[in-house]
């Protein structure tokens, strides 16, 4: 195998081609997509805008932005769209008021905050989270690190790859706590359709020193098409959308963001299919012999090996039963034997179960 094989979630082309067998036959439980896909209505909408590939798209994304601010209460003003949350994760460095240039990435942590802030320049410094305390936020231990000269933190929650939610009262108190030390927060909210009353989108419209990142690309179940906004005061926004490139997100894109957006019902399926599953998977996998999961509030799962297996080795002994796990050991904070998997409908999560079952016992 490729050494690139296990280090992204999500590489089924790449796996696909090394296995010498079509993407759609590969079981990828490595990238944390709605397990029911897009809305229905969403492919019609990307065919019946395909005749408007021929005009540049609206740079803007006027139409897309007001169904944005209309589903979160918030003003068009609010609301900017890009090319996937990726986008605003690599841009927004360069925007963000720095005297040192130094970064502080709660941990475990995407690994796109690091590599955007490699890119501009910034130096950054993890602060690791624990997994015996099932990645409990320490707030002193934050305070006494901030004190050391930041300009930035970066925070996802639910975390990724831990699925550990941070609830809007802790939250408020880390914003807090950023303002009071002159820190600009970038809170990735990624995945917080999965839980949307914990969503810090109305603290950000009242504050200078937050923005809230947020994809389309999970919940709405199309990141092969890419889309992701920023929700915040209306002149931070302003200022990202006058630095973002022009046209960077497509008509098919905008059309599919439009589509998913308006139809409740399947985000409301949706959620209760992955709540369910969750548990689900969570109790079969925990019941395996020296498996550890983790809790989680998303439409994935961490878990921990105990026995003599590594998770590399698990997922390597997984591929060429066609299944794709995203084993965690370049995750700061995290080591060898972590892996994450999505949680998919039953049928799937079945196979996973049993294929893991096999190799464990
Ligand atoms: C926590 C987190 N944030 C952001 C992203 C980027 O999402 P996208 O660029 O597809 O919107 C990902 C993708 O896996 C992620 O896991």
Same mark, same amino acid.
């Given at each position: 195998?490729?050494?690139?094989?296990?280090?992204?979630? @999500?590489?089924?082309?790449?796996?696909?081609?090394?296995? #010498?067998?079509?993407?759609?036959?590969?079981?990828?439980?490595?990238?944390?997509?709605?397990?029911?896909?897009?809305?229905?209505?969403?492919?019609?909408?990307?065919?019946? %805008?395909?005749?408007?590939?021929?005009?540049?798209?609206?740079?803007?994304?006027?139409?897309?932005?007001?169904?944005?601010?209309?589903?979160?209460?918030?003003?068009?003003?609010?609301?900017?769209?890009?090319? /996937?949350?990726? *986008?605003?994760?690599?841009?927004?460095?360069?925007?963000?008021?720095?005297?040192?240039?130094?970064?502080?990435?709660? %941990?475990?942590?995407?690994? =796109?905050?690091?590599?955007?802030?490699?890119?501009?320049?910034?130096?950054?410094?993890?602060?690791?989270?624990?997994?015996?305390? #099932?990645?409990?936020?320490? $707030?002193?231990?934050?305070?006494?690190?901030?004190?050391?000269?930041?300009?930035?933190?970066?925070?996802?929650?639910?975390?990724?790859?831990?699925?550990?939610?941070?609830?809007?009262?802790?939250? *408020?108190?880390?914003?807090?706590?950023?303002?009071? $030390?002159?820190?600009? %927060?970038?809170?990735? =909210?990624? !995945?917080?359709?999965?839980?949307? =009353?914990?969503?810090?989108?109305?603290?950000?419209?009242?504050?200078?020193?937050?923005?809230?990142?947020?994809?389309?690309?999970?919940?709405? @179940?199309?990141? /092969?098409?890419?889309?992701?906004?920023?929700?915040?005061?209306?002149?931070?926004?302003? $200022?990202?959308?006058?630095?973002?490139?022009?046209?960077?997100?497509?008509?098919? %894109?905008?059309?599919? #963001?439009?589509?998913?957006?308006?139809?409740?019902?399947?985000?409301?399926?949706?959620?209760?299919?992955?709540?369910?599953?969750?548990?689900?998977?969570?109790?079969?996998?925990?019941?395996?012999?020296?498996?550890?999961? !983790?809790?989680?509030?998303?439409?994935?799962?961490?878990?921990?090996?105990?026995?003599?297996?590594?998770?590399?080795?698990?997922?390597? $002994?997984?591929?060429?039963?066609?299944?794709?796990?995203?084993?965690?050991?370049?995750?700061?904070?995290?080591?060898?034997?972590?892996?994450?998997?999505?949680?998919?409908?039953?049928?799937?999560?079945?196979?996973?179960?049993?294929?893991? #079952?096999?190799?464990?016992?």
């Amino acid at each position: 195998m490729n050494s690139d094989t296990f280090q992204h979630g @999500g590489t089924v082309f790449a796996v696909a081609r090394q296995l #010498g067998v079509a993407p759609e036959e590969i079981l990828d439980f490595s990238a944390s997509i709605n397990p029911l896909g897009p809305a229905p209505g969403v492919s019609g909408a990307v065919a019946a %805008a395909f005749s408007r590939v021929v005009h540049y798209p609206d740079s803007g994304c006027h139409e897309l932005r007001q169904a944005l601010a209309r589903h979160h209460g918030l003003e068009a003003a609010q609301v900017v769209v890009a090319n /996937g949350s990726t *986008e605003l994760i690599h841009l927004l460095p360069r925007l963000v008021p720095a005297r040192s240039r130094r970064a502080l990435l709660v %941990a475990p942590a995407f690994s =796109e905050y690091a590599h955007a802030l490699d890119l501009s320049g910034w130096r950054y410094d993890y602060l690791p989270l624990r997994p015996a305390t #099932g990645f409990a936020l320490d $707030k002193e231990q934050l305070a006494a690190t901030l004190d050391q000269g930041y300009d930035l933190l970066f925070l996802g929650n639910p975390g990724n790859p831990s699925g550990r939610l941070y609830c809007l009262a802790e939250v *408020e108190q880390l914003l807090d706590l950023c303002r009071d $030390k002159g820190v600009f %927060a970038l809170l990735d =909210e990624a !995945f917080m359709d999965f839980c949307e =009353e914990e969503s810090a989108k109305r603290l950000a419209l009242a504050r200078d020193n937050v923005l809230v990142l947020r994809s389309m690309t999970k919940f709405y @179940g199309f990141p /092969g098409l890419r889309l992701g906004y920023a929700l915040g005061k209306a002149e931070h926004i302003g $200022k990202v959308a006058r630095h973002l490139p022009p046209w960077s997100v497509g008509v098919l %894109a905008q059309a599919a #963001g439009l589509a998913g957006l308006a139809d409740r019902a399947h985000g409301e399926e949706t959620r209760q299919l992955v709540t369910g599953e969750r548990s689900w998977l969570a109790a079969e996998l925990g019941r395996l012999p020296g498996l550890t999961i !983790f809790p989680g509030a998303a439409n994935y799962l961490l878990g921990e090996m105990g026995g003599e297996l590594t998770a590399t080795m698990l997922a390597e $002994k997984l591929l060429p039963q066609r299944i794709l796990i995203r084993t965690c050991g370049n995750f700061a904070g995290l080591g060898e034997r972590f892996f994450r998997v999505a949680v998919r409908s039953r049928g799937e999560n079945e196979i996973l179960v049993r294929a893991m #079952g096999e190799l464990l016992s």
